[in-house]
C-alpha cells in the first residue's frame, strides 16, 4: 500500500495571496470595484468635515466658560494651522505607511481630540478644549485629509479630478451634516458645561465608529508586480518627482501662491458671511434677518462641497490650468460685481458669493488632480501634504483682511458695505497675483524627474530612497 506525498507547504499558506503582504497595503483582491474606495474616504472626509461647524460650539463655551469670542475661536484656528503642519510634516510618512495606516491614525487623532475636550468641558479647563480639539484633533484634520489622496488618483488615473472631488467634496459637506446635528445635541444635553462635555463626548465616539467603515473599507489598487494588469490603475507611467525634488521647482511654489490666494479670497467671505450680507442691505428697504443670514451661510457651504465635486470634475475635460484660470479670473470678476452692483441687488450679491466659495472648495479637490499632472503618482500624497501649509496661511490672512479693515472702516465712520469695499478690492488684487502664478507654471524640467523602470518606483521603498537620493545629488 502506497503512501500519498504530502504536499510541499500547508494548503493555507499556499492559499495566500503575496500581494497582501506589500508594504503600504492592504492591496485589493482580483476582481474588487475601484468604486467602493470613494466611500471609504468620504468616510474620513465627512467626519473631519465636522471642523467647518465649530462656530455651533462657540455661543455655549462663551457662556458656560465666561470667553470671549477671540477665545472661543482659538481651538478652530489651531486645529486648521495643525492640519497644515500635520499634512507637510506626516505626508511622507503616510506616503510610506499606506491609507489604512493614515486613516488609523486620523481616527485616533480626531476622536481623541473630542474626549479630551469632553474632559476640558466637564472639569471647566479651557485649556483642555484648545489641547484637544486644536492640537490633537487638528493632527487627525491633517493626516485623515490626505489619507486617500494619492491611493484615489492610483485607483482612476483616467478620472483623477472626479475622484479627489467626491472625497474632498466630503470635507466641505461634513458641516451640512455636523451643524445641525450638534446644535440638536446641545438642545438636548443642555449648553451648559456638562451638556457640553456630553455633546463633545459623543461626538468623538460616534466618528470613531463612522471612520472605521473607511478604515476596513480602503484598498491600494493591485499593481503588475502583484498580479494585476500591466496597464490597470496602479500603473506608473508618465512624470514621476519625489517629494524632496518636488520642493525645489518652481511649479511647487507657484503652485503654492496659487493655492493661498484662492483660500485667502473664499474664507474671507466664508468666515464674515452672516454680517457681511446683514451690513450691505442694513439700509436698504428690505433689510436682512438673523434666520435670512443663516440660510446665506448653509447656501455657501452648499456651494462650498457642490464645487467640490463639480469643477475638479469639469478640470478632467478641459486641463488643470484652464480650470484654475476659470477659478481665478471669473473669480475676481465676480467680486467686483459684489463692490460696483453688490449692496444695490441682493440676488446678484448672493449669485456671486456663491460662485466665489464654488471656486474656493473647487480649488481644494483640483489640487491633487493638479499635482499628479505636474509631478506624477509616486509622492503626489505627500507633496499635497506640503502644499497644504498654503492653507494654514490663508486661513489666518483671509478673515484678518476682513475683519481688520471693517474694524478700520468703521472707525473711519463708515458703514453698511462701505466697510468692506476696500477688503473686497484687495482681495481682487490677490486673485490676480495667483492668476499671474497659475500662467507661470509648466511642465517640470526632466533633471527632476525619477525612472520609472529598473525596478520601478511604486511600492519599494528601497528604490524610492535611492533614487530620491540619486535625485538631490545635483550632478546625477
Known amino acids: 500500500m502506497s503512501t500519498p506525498s504530502r504536499p510541499s507547504s500547508p494548503p493555507a499558506a499556499a492559499a495566500q495571496d503575496p500581494a497582501q503582504t506589500r508594504p503600504g497595503g492592504p492591496v485589493a483582491p482580483v476582481g474588487w470595484s475601484r468604486w467602493l474606495v470613494p466611500p471609504a474616504a468620504l468616510a ?6 465636522q471642523a467647518y461647524a465649530w462656530s455651533v460650539f462657540k455661543p455655549p463655551l462663551e457662556s458656560a466658560l465666561h470667553l470671549s469670542g477671540t477665545q472661543s475661536a482659538l481651538p478652530f484656528q489651531l486645529g486648521i494651522v495643525m492640519l497644515g503642519l500635520s499634512a507637510a510634516f506626516g505626508g511622507t510618512l503616510v506616503e510610506r505607511k499606506g491609507p489604512r495606516w493614515a486613516m488609523t491614525v486620523a481616527l485616533i487623532a ?6 479630551i475636550s469632553a474632559l476640558g468641558a466637564a472639569t471647566s479647563q479651557y485649556w483642555l478644549i484648545v489641547f484637544g480639539y486644536g492640537f490633537v484633533g487638528g493632527i487627525g484634520l491633517g493626516i485623515g485629509y490626505i489619507s486617500p489622496v494619492s491611493t484615489l488618483i492610483k485607483w482612476f488615473p483616467d478620472r483623477p479630478g472626479m475622484a479627489t472631488g467626491i472625497a474632498i467634496m466630503g ?7 455636523a451643524s445641525p446635528w450638534s446644535a440638536q445635541m446641545l438642545e438636548s444635553f443642555g ?66 501662491v496659487v493655492l493661498c490666494m484662492n483660500v485667502t479670497a473664499g474664507i474671507g467671505i466664508l468666515e464674515k458671511a452672516a454680517p457681511m450680507i446683514t451690513d450691505f442691505f442694513a439700509d436698504s428697504s428690505a433689510p ?28 478632467d475635460l478641459i ?23 453688490g449692496d444695490s441687488a441682493k440676488p446678484l450679491f448672493v449669485l456671486c458669493a456663491a460662485v466665489i466659495l464654488s471656486f474656493y472648495g473647487g480649488g ?13 503618482t509616486y509622492q503626489v500624497g505627500a507633496i499635497h501634504g506640503r502644499l497644504l501649509t498654503a492653507w494654514s496661511l490663508a486661513g489666518v490672512l483671509g478673515p484678518f483682511i476682513v475683519n481688520w479693515v471693517a474694524d478700520d472702516q468703521k472707525d473711519a465712520g463708515k458703514h453698511g458695505s462701505g466697510l468692506y469695499s476696500v477688503s ?42 535611492r533614487k530620491a537620493a540619486a535625485d538631490a545629488d545635483p550632478a546625477a
Open 319 to 341: 486641463g488643470r490650468k484652464n480650470i484654475y484660470r476659470f477659478y481665478l479670473g471669473v473669480g475676481a470678476l465676480m467680486y467686483l460685481l459684489i463692490v460696483e452692483f
Open 191 to 256: 449648553s451648559d458645561h456638562s451638556g457640553i462635555a456630553m455633546a463633545f463626548l459623543v461626538h468623538g465616539l460616534v466618528y470613531a465608529v463612522f471612520m472605521t467603515l473607511g478604515v476596513l473599507l480602503i484598498r491600494l489598487p493591485r499593481s503588475a508586480e502583484d498580479g494585476g494588469p500591466k496597464a490597470g490603475p496602479a500603473s506608473v507611467t508618465g512624470v514621476q518627482v519625489s517629494a524632496a525634488s518636488a520642493l525645489r521647482t518652481p511649479q511647487f511654489w507657484c503652485l503654492w
Open 424 to 465: 473686497l478690492v484687495i482681495m481682487i488684487g490677490l486673485l490676480v497675483v495667483g492668476f499671474v502664478a497659475n500662467e507661470l507654471i509648466r511642465p517640470v524640467h526632466p533633471r527632476h524627474h525619477l525612472a520609472t523602470d529598473a525596478g520601478g518606483v511604486e511600492g519599494s521603498d528601497d528604490s524610492a530612497e
Open 364 to 376: 481644494f479637490s483640483t489640487l491633487p488632480a493638479y499635482l499628479k499632472d505636474l509631478f506624477g
Open 288 to 315: 436682512v434677518s438673523a434666520s435670512a443670514a443663516a440660510g446665506f451661510v448653509a447656501l455657501l457651504s452648499a456651494a462650498n462641497m457642490t464645487g467640490r465635486f463639480v469643477w475638479s470634475t469639469v478640470s
Open 171 to 177: 470635507f466641505g459637506g461634513g458641516a451640512l451634516i
Open 110 to 115: 480626531f476622536s481623541a481630540g473630542f474626549l
Open 44 to 49: 474620513v472626509h465627512l467626519s473631519i468635515g
